[in-house]
């Protein structure tokens, strides 16, 4: 026998039980995102490479380590989109959308591809949906863009249980004294930190406060804090951002150790975790990026956004509201005699056609068989159709949670199963 080929490690099936969950999902995210008067954007799967580099660092972990990286056959370095951001702000540049209204509110939904180690939660395709608003430097949007993703979550029922943790990592200049602030306390120890943390010591000291080592978490316990290294105009943003998040009755813990892993990030920068997820609890994460439609070629436009892992959202959804097996189909033929095989497809079109959700056997297996399969599709209805039955032109339409068992013509399954459709 050939060898089976398996899966690629840590990228997933989602088989139909699973993706009714995810279609579920996609309908709140659809319906929320229109609310807010988001419009969706596809960018393409993969980019240049250059972009990522140029947009997420050089020094991240998913640019230094965790690409999906090709050359094509031009030799141009390609890369698997790892994030949507720099893609999102790659089109919007190049597709001029500032000319059509001064803020882009945009959201998507897709694969992004990371090579992390994987583990529950954590994969090396995995799906997100996002948003990005592109062109307000005020508060009020930074506090539209949380209140967006808190809506997806009271939407599924879960809010209660996830925790949005918050920060402020300022502007340029406010960042630049808290580096020389952190390094000049971390500077002693330079020696007891990790090897990682060693080397962002110079790179980018502010991702030593997201260290896992022991050691340095003991050590930064004790850091000055940025937000007390936030200039005027930075402080002011933040604090209204905290003032609005209040009045819209949205909670929220502050966390100065929160800093993220991307390197585009400017003043407010959020994450929701939840405990009913193991170590890879971040459900959402994101953040204001002043800076980044310029570096990447734009004008002078700030913007702010977020994503979310889907995987994960819908482990969240798992353990907190468990789906029930869903009753799918409204009606199973049951076909009595091979000849009738000839003529139920046409009856079935015509019920699909009219709206019902319909099937029957295509093995043409015994009657008992059938039954058996419309029970384990969870039909609402059977309907027998034999010989005697063809010629009346009837069914016998049997209700399976009844038990009722009726002859209906052909042309009134329709209305007899959905009272309000006409046949
Ligand atoms: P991120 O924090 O890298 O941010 O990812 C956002 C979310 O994607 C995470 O909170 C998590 O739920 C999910 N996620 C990340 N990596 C994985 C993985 N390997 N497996 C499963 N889920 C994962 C960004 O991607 C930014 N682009 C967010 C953003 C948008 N910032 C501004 N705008």
Excluded at 103 to 122: C, D, I, N, T
Excluded at 271 to 290: K, P
Aim: one cysteine or more; a negative charge; proline letters at 5%.
């Amino acid at each position: 026998m050939p060898d089976k080929v398996q899966r690629v490690k840590g990228v997933n099936d989602i088989l139909p039980a699973e993706a009714r969950q995810w279609q579920a999902l996609e309908t709140v995210i659809k319906t929320v995102m229109d609310r807010f008067a988001y419009g969706e954007i596809r960018p393409p799967i993969f980019e240049k490479t250059e972009l990522f580099a140029r947009g997420v660092g050089e020094d991240t972990d998913i640019v230094s380590k965790e690409m999906y990286s090709f050359t094509d056959m031009s030799n141009t370095s390609m890369t698997l989109r790892p994030e949507l951001t720099a893609g999102v702000v790659r089109s919007y540049i190049q597709n001029n959308l500032q000319q059509i209204s001064p803020v882009q509110k945009l959201w998507y939904e897709g694969p992004m591809f990371r090579q992390e180690r994987p583990q529950k939660g954590r994969y090396r395709q995995f799906w997100q949906f996002g948003a990005e608003a592109i062109g307000s430097p005020n508060p009020e949007q930074d506090v539209e863009m949380i209140a967006l993703f808190y809506a997806v979550l009271k939407e599924l029922g879960i809010e209660g249980s996830v925790t949005l943790k918050i920060n402020s990592v300022g502007d340029t200049e406010s960042r630049e004294t808290y580096r020389t602030a952190l390094q000049d306390y971390l500077r002693p120890h330079l020696n007891e930190l990790s090897e990682t943390s060693q080397r962002r010591f110079q790179t980018n000291p502010l991702r030593i406060l997201d260290s896992k080592a022991p050691n340095d978490k003991e050590l930064v316990k004790d850091a000055p804090k940025i937000r007390e290294c936030l200039n005027e105009s930075s402080t002011s943003h933040y604090d209204q951002v905290l003032v609005m998040l209040n009045e819209m009755d949205i909670p929220f813990v502050q966390d100065d150790l929160l800093v993220r892993g991307l390197d585009y990030y400017t003043h407010t920068i959020f994450e929701f975790t939840s405990d009913a997820l193991g170590a890879q609890d971040a459900i959402c994460g994101g953040g204001r990026y002043n800076d980044l439609v310029k570096e990447l070629g734009g004008q002078d436009v700030p913007a702010i956004g977020w994503a979310s892992g889907i995987e994960r959202l819908l482990l969240v959804v798992e353990a907190l509201h468990p789906a029930e097996p869903k009753t799918d189909l409204d009606l199973f033929l049951i076909i009595m005699g091979d000849d009738l095989r000839v003529k139920a497809p046409g009856l079935i079109n015509q019920w699909r056609s009219a709206g019902l959700r319909c099937d029957s056997d295509a093995l043409r297996r015994s009657m008992k068989a059938q039954m058996r399969e419309a029970n384990r599709q969870g039909a609402r209805y059977v309907a027998i159709l034999g010989e005697d039955e063809f010629t009346q032109g009837v069914v016998q339409l049997k209700n399976f949670e009844s038990g009722e068992q009726t002859a209906v013509s052909f042309d009134k399954v329709v209305s007899t199963i959905n009272p309000q459709a006409g046949d």
